[in-house]
């Protein structure tokens, strides 16, 4: 009977988990692309300080994509070495022309489709 109630917690816990992941991934995705196409927006007429600004806030939610993933990947089970070359690799492909509108939905995809099969 207590390993039944401890599997029904767990399954909970990892259930929480996973869906704070989701909206946490989904919430950056939706700030930076609103960021960015704010900026494509009036990067030509606004002042050079407001420009820069935003650009250090796009950069943020950039690599926080990133970095969220590698932590749920890492709480998923992946090695640590493998984790962090990946999603490195990933984010500086992603800053390479305009990979980053194929390299960002690709990686939250494959998160959260990993993030869901996950049983740790």
Not at 56 to 61: K, S
Not at 79 to 108: D, H
């Amino acid at each position: 009977m207590n390993d039944k109630a401890d599997e029904i917690i767990k399954d909970d816990v990892l259930k929480y988990e996973r869906n704070i992941f989701i909206f946490k991934i989904i919430a950056i995705v939706i700030c930076y692309t609103i960021i960015t196409l704010g900026l494509n927006f009036i990067r030509a007429t606004a002042p050079l300080w407001s420009v820069w600004v935003l650009i250090a806030i796009q950069l943020t939610l950039y690599f926080l994509i990133f970095f969220i993933c590698y932590q749920r990947a890492e709480r998923c089970g992946l090695n640590k070495t493998i984790g962090s070359i990946l999603f490195i690799a990933l984010a500086v492909l992603g800053r390479v022309e305009n990979c980053e509108y194929f390299i960002i939905p690709l990686t939250v995809i494959v998160m959260i489709r990993y993030s869901a099969r996950n049983r740790h």
